[in-house]
């Protein structure tokens, strides 16, 4: 298994990582967001659909005087 960091060959140790340095990268690459989940969700109140009767034109109405 290969670092993640660096490419070199992972240690029981420190696995997933070859040394303490490149596991202390990882871990300030999750501090600095770098590695930020995605959090963006769509929003829910999206534009309004019109309502089928927006949707036909006004009939006149003849005016029963
Ligand atoms: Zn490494």
Redo the contacts with the bound molecule.
């Keep these: 298994m290969a670092?993640p960091?660096?490419?070199?060959a992972?240690t029981e140790e420190y696995a997933p990582?070859?040394?303490a340095?490149?596991q202390l990268i990882d871990l300030g690459h999750w501090i600095d967001g770098t590695y930020r989940l995605p959090s963006d969700e769509e929003n829910p109140d999206g534009p309004v659909s019109h309502p089928l009767f927006l949707d036909k034109p006004l009939e006149e109405q003849p005016i029963d005087d």
Excluded: P
């Design positions: 670092c960091i660096c490419g070199h992972t990582f070859c040394n340095r490149c």
